[in-house]
């Protein structure tokens, strides 16, 4: 099976774990910190099969792998804190739009990547793309939200805006140090070792009392309702699926191609979004009208051709 069939089934299965963590977030567990703090801690659970595709790598790699694995948590910190003030599909769709720019940017200082014309059209698509969503919103244009970010006038919408744009890094920082940690190591011990360094990184929450407290008393009131239970492990369960399946094409393929084929996994966010806001409103509701939708419309297709010009 080629590393684009794989990945194209991880997007799929990521999309409707996508949908499921924003409701999580509004329902279950609030807190960012929280919900970092547990997806870091059950990623751990592919500790069980160290006993048969753990290898030590040495302490360089070791202190490396760990590195890595901080991204990913500090990614999923700022995700989950833009979800808290922007829509899901918004939110996932300038993250998807802008990991790729990073990915191909840092491909270019890390690995050495020569890009071809086609190459450097889908980073001007997929930049276009990302404008296009960040212009989303209900009373004002991307360019009044600028003036506000720069201090002229107050802005509600870019603390979302910037954690996702934050995400985005941390996120493009771990699959150039996952593909590192693939050239080097085998992918099974490789895959075990980054989640661990994921759940060392989530422990440092729990220095603070603070932090605890609100860790611990979150948890607990997430769990008085037993379907809550079963809606947060159902979803890390066909995470970790997509996961897998995501960091075995990257394994397998170029990480700028995999990542950048994250596309897939928002336009179908989109009507996932659209579906359960028009039969289920009290499980999500998103805001939808003809130019917010016009302009969901716009940037997806942005993103597609720069996707299109990136894998031909």
């Known amino acids: 099976?080629?590393?684009?069939?794989?990945?194209?089934?991880?997007?799929?299965?990521?999309?409707?774990?996508?949908?499921?963590?924003?409701?999580?977030?509004e329902k279950v567990i609030p807190g960012p910190k929280t919900y970092t703090f547990l997806v870091g801690v059950t990623g751990?659970?592919?500790?069980?099969?160290?006993?048969?595709?753990?290898?030590?790598?040495?302490?360089?790699?070791?202190?490396?792998?760990?590195?890595?694995?901080?991204?990913?948590?500090?990614?999923?910190?700022?995700?989950?804190?833009?979800?808290?003030?922007?829509?899901?599909?918004?939110?996932?769709?300038?993250?998807?739009?802008?990991v790729p720019i990073f990915t191909v940017l840092f491909s270019?200082?890390?690995?050495?990547?020569?890009?071809?014309?086609?190459?450097?059209?889908?980073?001007?698509?997929?930049?276009?793309?990302?404008?296009?969503?960040?212009?989303?919103?209900?009373?004002?244009?991307?360019?009044?939200?600028?003036?506000?970010?720069?201090?002229?006038?107050?802005?509600?919408?870019?603390?979302?805006?910037?954690?996702?744009?934050?995400?985005a890094l941390?996120?493009?920082?771990f699959w150039i140090g996952t593909k590192q940690v693939y050239n080097t190591q085998e992918f099974a011990s490789?895959?075990?070792?980054?989640?661990?360094?994921?759940?060392l990184t989530v422990l440092f929450l729990l220095i603070r009392k603070s932090s605890r407290d609100e860790i611990f008393s979150e948890i607990k009131g997430g769990n008085k309702q037993k379907n809550n239970k079963f809606i947060y492990f159902g979803t890390q369960g066909l995470g970790a699926l997509?996961?897998?399946?995501?960091?075995?094409a990257v394994a397998l393929g170029s990480v700028a191609l995999v990542t950048s084929l994250q596309g897939l996994?928002?336009?179908?966010?989109?009507?996932?979004?659209?579906?359960?806001t028009f039969f289920y409103p009290k499980i999500i509701k998103e805001d939808y009208n003809k130019q917010r939708l016009i302009k969901k419309t716009t940037a997806i297709v942005l993103i597609m051709f720069g996707l299109y010009f990136l894998a031909i």
């Not at 997509?242 to 075995?248: A, D, E, I, P, R």
Request: glycine content about 8%.
């Open 190 to 199: 490789g895959f075990i070792w980054v989640r661990l360094g994921t759940f």
């Open 170 to 173: 941390f996120f493009a920082l």
């Open 108 to 167: 270019l200082a890390v690995f050495g990547e020569v890009f071809n014309t086609n190459q450097w059209l889908a980073l001007l698509f997929l930049i276009l793309g990302t404008i296009v969503i960040a212009s989303i919103s209900v009373h004002h244009n991307v360019w009044f939200n600028i003036r506000k970010f720069l201090g002229i006038l107050d802005s509600s919408k870019w603390p979302s805006i910037l954690a996702a744009i934050f995400s």
């Open 44 to 98: 751990a659970l592919v500790i069980v099969a160290a006993p048969w595709f753990l290898i030590w790598p040495g302490w360089a790699l070791f202190f490396f792998n760990c590195l890595v694995g901080s991204f990913f948590a500090g990614g999923l910190f700022f995700l989950y804190s833009a979800l808290k003030g922007g829509e899901a599909s918004r939110i996932f769709t300038l993250v998807g739009g802008m």
């Open 265 to 276: 996994q928002y336009a179908l966010l989109l009507v996932l979004s659209a579906i359960v």
């Open 1 to 25: 099976m080629s590393w684009l069939v794989i990945a194209i089934i991880a997007y799929l299965i990521l999309a409707v774990v996508n949908l499921a963590d924003k409701f999580i977030i």
């Open 242 to 248: 997509g996961s897998v399946l995501q960091n075995y």
